[in-house]
């Protein structure tokens, strides 16, 4: 059995677990579980129902005769709040509306009458997967833990999907082992009073993009103030990202707002047309409580920085990784200032902006103003006329479009009018992937093409929500590597609660060529002063990653000596070696590279006598 190594961690900020059925067999299986430095949560039995690591500022529990509730991770319930409705609790579907409810960022378990129910976010923040051992269902918070008690290796076609740049929408969203079940976040997992017998029930849906401006904004006003209230309400010290921009701003004018003292961290770019640390200052200006701390930018990490180094236990191939020092590289120095927890405005991108593809479906029912906007965008994207009537017209249904994408891996990068208008960024690979690799990436995408249904009929919407599951499946293991760094993070743009408000806005005004996140402007104003709102623009670290390619290519080179990927026969090793000598060649710029290096680095994580990959 492969053991966690010293990253497992039990600090703030990195909780996971696993759960058990109230079954004799299941209290075997747990013990396999084990950990040294461990908790556990018991069963009214007195058997094992949760086992993990937590924090006691991390979870709530409430028991009341044979049911049990635990919310773990950033909620404010109140302990007796939690114990009353668990002394009601009379069927499990009862707690959807619970989970719809409460602001924050959670799991929620329950067990009732012998059966457990499990669920994470609907942002996918936090996750949930089960599998079957010992002929009990076991749930956990990360799929590696159970794949450490099966003995379970990765799954080769798993790993070829995840070279893919983009993997879309539902392949991102798989579990990398065969035998492990992940549930989608919209959904919880319901195992039976047997044990074994196991169900997902839906409990959440995304609200109609219906509601006027003028009335959201007061609405998501305040579930900001609660999302970053839970994270500021017990006082002490918290730092937060403060670069200038609309979301950073936003979270530290409402955590000055707070009980808590607010240290501000600017980290400048090193573009000289970077304009983040103006901004930051002009903010400052308003927030004379608030301690500025302004970084050195060329002390900063670049891109592609301590790939080799890394040794996180990561359950899944993330691109985080090649920000990874870049994101940690402050940590030490504001947990030095007193701080206990660290704000972002990670997630504004993707709620308070919203994909242009909603224009598809207004232009049929409002033609007369889609078409004055989409001049505008046309404008703002430089896109071409051609492209974006053709992009206007297609009208593939998603499983379509999927299938069309499957037979076309090896052409050029999709024009960013038809990514931007359609169901999203058609997936492509590159000359170093194999044809074995691409022929079981094509096999998967097909598979998928034939069953699966869009996250919402509406394509504007559809592309939202995968944009906002593809950012917290990086951001969700960030969150576990700060944690390790001894400052946990937290986002709280990407509460379900601020996803909900933010997305019931009407797109015709959450989006538009005219205005730069007017649905925050409007929402923040008179907390924001009118002088910070109007940055209509942020900076893109281009530079940074362009030097990380120069600076660090003898580093890429010595990922690819040896490469997992390349034993695997899922890359040409070689072409990889070339392209980390030339960092200037065409497309690097782009990217494209990110998906093979997640996996590669993944990859070199696990476990070299446990790494044997099973065919398909």
């Known amino acids: 059995m492969t053991e966690l190594h010293e990253s497992a961690g039990t600090g703030p900020g990195d909780a996971h677990f696993a759960v058990f059925p109230d079954r004799a067999d299941a209290a075997a299986v747990a013990r396999s579980f084990a950990r040294p430095g461990s908790r556990t949560l018991a069963h009214a039995s007195g058997r094992p129902w949760l086992v993990g690591h937590w924090h006691d500022d991390e979870i709530i529990t409430a028991n009341a005769g044979h049911a049990r509730l635990a919310v773990v991770g950033c909620c404010p319930i109140d302990a007796d709040e939690l114990r009353r409705r668990t002394a009601r609790l009379r069927d499990l579907a009862e707690l959807d509306a619970l989970a719809r409810l ?26 949930v997967f089960h599998a079957e051992i010992q002929g009990a269902r076991v749930a956990a918070t990360r799929a590696d833990t159970l794949a450490a008690v099966l003995g379970l290796d990765p799954d080769l076609e798993e790993v070829a999907v995840r070279l893919l740049w983009p993997a879309p929408y539902p392949l991102f969203e798989t579990s990398l082992w065969r035998a492990i079940t992940a549930v989608p976040p919209q959904d919880a997992v319901v195992v039976a009073a047997d044990g074994r017998s196991v169900r997902h029930t839906r409990w959440w849906t995304p609200p109609d993009p219906v509601r006027p401006l003028a009335e959201a904004a007061s609405l998501i006003r305040q579930t900001l103030e609660e999302a970053v209230g839970a994270r500021t309400h017990r006082g002490g010290v918290v730092s937060c990202d403060l670069s200038g921009g609309l979301d950073s701003t936003s979270i530290c004018f409402l955590a000055d707002r707070s009980p808590a003292r607010v240290v501000a961290s600017t980290w400048p770019g090193r573009d000289p047309a970077d304009t983040d640390l103006a901004w930051a200052e002009r903010a400052m200006g308003y927030l004379p409580d608030v301690e500025h701390m302004v970084w050195d930018p060329d002390a900063s990490p670049l891109v592609y920085e301590d790939l080799l180094g890394i040794d996180d236990l990561l359950d899944e191939p993330t691109i985080g990784v090649m920000d990874r020092s870049r994101v940690l590289h402050h940590l030490p120095g504001l947990a030095a200032r007193g701080s206990r927890l660290h704000l972002t405005g990670i997630g504004g991108d993707h709620v308070a902006w919203c994909s242009e593809a909603y224009y598809h479906r207004l232009l049929r029912t409002r033609p007369l103003f889609a078409l004055r906007q989409m001049r505008g965008f046309r404008a703002l994207w430089q896109w071409p006329l051609g492209g974006t009537v053709r992009a206007l017209a297609d009208s593939r249904p998603y499983g379509k479009w999927l299938a069309d994408a499957a037979g076309h891996l090896r052409g050029p990068l999709p024009p960013s009018v038809a990514t931007g208008l359609g169901w999203g960024m058609a997936p492509r690979l590159f000359d170093w992937v194999t044809p074995e690799a691409e022929h079981m990436a094509r096999r998967a995408l097909l598979a998928a093409a034939a069953r699966v249904s869009p996250l919402h009929p509406n394509r504007g919407l559809h592309a939202d929500l995968e944009q906002i599951r593809s950012c917290t499946r990086v951001i969700r293991q960030w969150d576990r590597m700060a944690a390790r760094a001894g400052l946990p993070m937290a986002s709280p743009f990407l509460d379900d609660r ?119």
């Open 102 to 127: 409460l602001p924050g960022s959670f799991h929620l378990v329950a067990a009732l009458d012998g059966r457990i129910r499990v669920q994470g976010t609907a942002s996918g923040l936090r996750l």
């Open 498 to 616: 601020v996803i909900e408000a933010f997305l019931a806005v009407r797109p015709s005004e959450r989006i538009t060529p005219w205005r730069y996140k007017p649905v925050l402007s409007a929402a923040m104003r008179g907390i924001v002063p009118d002088a910070c709102l109007r940055r209509a623009n942020k900076a893109t670290a281009a530079m940074d990653a362009a030097d990380g390619l120069r600076q660090h290519r003898a580093d890429l080179v010595a990922l690819w000596e040896g490469s997992r990927l390349e034993e695997l026969g899922l890359v040409d090793g070689a072409e990889l070696r070339r392209l980390a000598r030339r960092p200037a060649s065409p497309g690097l710029s782009d990217a494209i590279l990110y998906s093979t290096i997640a996996a590669e680095v993944w990859l070199r994580g696990t476990d070299r006598s446990h790494r044997r990959v099973h065919q398909p």
